[in-house]
């Protein structure tokens, strides 16, 4: 999500900073959860994206023991539902 403007910098983090009184202390709260479809799918196919990636990469060091399991078959399929 780093593409989209997701890295934490204290501008993003300060500006979701909310606080409230609690007798005599100070709650910080902070809303990093969000219910927007759209961002939950974007996080969730960036995540799969990413795990893909890195079985590519150690497919390239490991190809025969990836080969003898079968592995690299199921890196292809998964690459078509990417």
């Known amino acids: 999500m780093i593409d989209s403007g997701a890295h934490p910098n204290e501008q993003a983090i300060f500006s979701t900073l909310r606080t409230r009184d609690v007798k005599t202390d100070v709650a910080i709260e902070m809303h990093?959860?969000?219910?927007?479809?759209?961002?939950?799918?974007?996080?969730?196919?960036?995540?799969?994206?990413?795990?893909?990636?890195?079985?590519?990469?150690?497919?390239?060091?490991?190809?025969?023991?990836?080969?003898?399991?079968?592995?690299?078959?199921a890196i292809r399929k998964i690459r078509h539902g990417l």
Do not use: P
């Open 32 to 73: 990093f959860l969000s219910a927007n479809r759209s961002q939950i799918a974007a996080s969730l196919k960036t995540t799969a994206l990413c795990g893909w990636v890195a079985l590519e990469a150690f497919g390239n060091i490991w190809g025969t023991r990836f080969a003898l399991i079968g592995l690299q078959d």
